[in-house]
């Protein structure tokens, strides 16, 4: 039963949330605390020392913005909407959960938090900047109370687990070690979210649904051709640096809460259907990789 969950788990938390996507909106104000959870659970991995900058992340973080810039630029043309509802899944910062999958996945931890802390920082000063240049839809926020709002949502869910995983070695190495080889539990507790996250994505959808399915079709098939790039781009640039599994989830993993935030605060509010699909074909490519892993280790 064990072994089968951990193949599978991932798709039954995706079909769960798509079911009862109107009971679990409730749970939504949870998720955070699941996040910080499971990444105190995953960081016990993680030493100081390990969490350094390096030329592999900041081609990440070229690509994240070049990236996402000339995407735009190329789909303007065709249909504004459409093209601010890509542009944002690359701009957005990596999925504050991306260490724990690629744990999982046995890749490089420490790669992955030290980027997931650059990205989603360097979006709280970029994103406000970026897209008003784009022009909004809505009316102008001002720069610190959009830096603050993305600083005081993100960070602390990426900051604190870590601070309390470094104080917890030092204090209590027995304790420390007792969750360092624990780590299946991060897994479950990310499965919980994610459960919740697509049923806020899948009301989320019903919602916004205008009747414009032309629109909507367009949107989903380039979000996932998008999606499917990241993950191959990162890992094939992460292969260079020796750490394929850690480059395919930074760039291809992606905070979409945080999208959609942006989106509706800066964008026409029906682009932010670009990160709601995104988090659903992230999840399946996460639950595909998953469940190879777990067939070779079988």
Request: hydrophobic letters at 50%.
């Amino acid at each position: 039963m064990h072994k089968f969950l951990e193949k599978y788990l991932l798709i039954i938390a995706m079909i769960a949330g798509i079911t009862f996507h109107k009971q679990l909106f409730v749970f939504n104000p949870v998720i955070p605390y699941l996040l910080s959870l499971m990444l105190f659970v995953t960081y016990c991995r993680v030493t100081w020392n390990e969490v350094r900058l390096t030329k592999f992340h900041y081609i990440l973080l070229t690509i994240q913005y070049a990236g996402s810039a000339a995407v735009y630029l190329l789909l303007k043309p065709f249909n504004e909407i459409l093209a601010q509802a890509v542009m944002i899944c690359i701009l957005t910062a990596t999925a504050t959960s991306a260490p724990v999958v690629t744990g999982i996945l046995g890749g490089s931890i420490s790669t992955v938090a030290a980027y997931t802390i650059l990205s989603n920082l360097l979006v709280a000063f970029m994103a406000p900047l970026f897209l008003s240049v784009i022009g909004s839809t809505t009316e102008s926020v001002p720069f610190f109370s959009s830096f603050w709002y993305i600083f005081q949502k993100v960070m602390p869910i990426l900051l604190v687990p870590f601070v309390l995983a470094l104080l917890l070695a030092k204090v209590s190495p027995k304790a420390h070690r007792k969750v360092r080889h624990a780590q299946i539990v991060s897994f479950y507790l990310w499965a919980t979210a994610l459960t919740i996250v697509i049923g806020n994505v899948t009301q989320f959808v019903l919602a916004h649904n205008d009747g414009n399915y032309s629109l909507e079709l367009t949107i989903a098939g380039i979000t996932l051709v998008v999606c499917l790039a990241q993950f191959i781009f990162g890992r094939r640039i992460g292969s260079r640096f020796n750490n394929t599994v850690a480059g395919g989830q930074s760039l291809g993993q992606k905070n979409t809460v945080l999208a959609i935030w942006l989106t509706q605060t800066y964008l026409n509010p029906l682009a932010s259907l670009g990160p709601g699909l995104y988090v659903l074909w992230q999840n399946l490519v996460n639950s595909w990789q998953i469940w190879r892993v777990k067939r070779k280790t079988k």
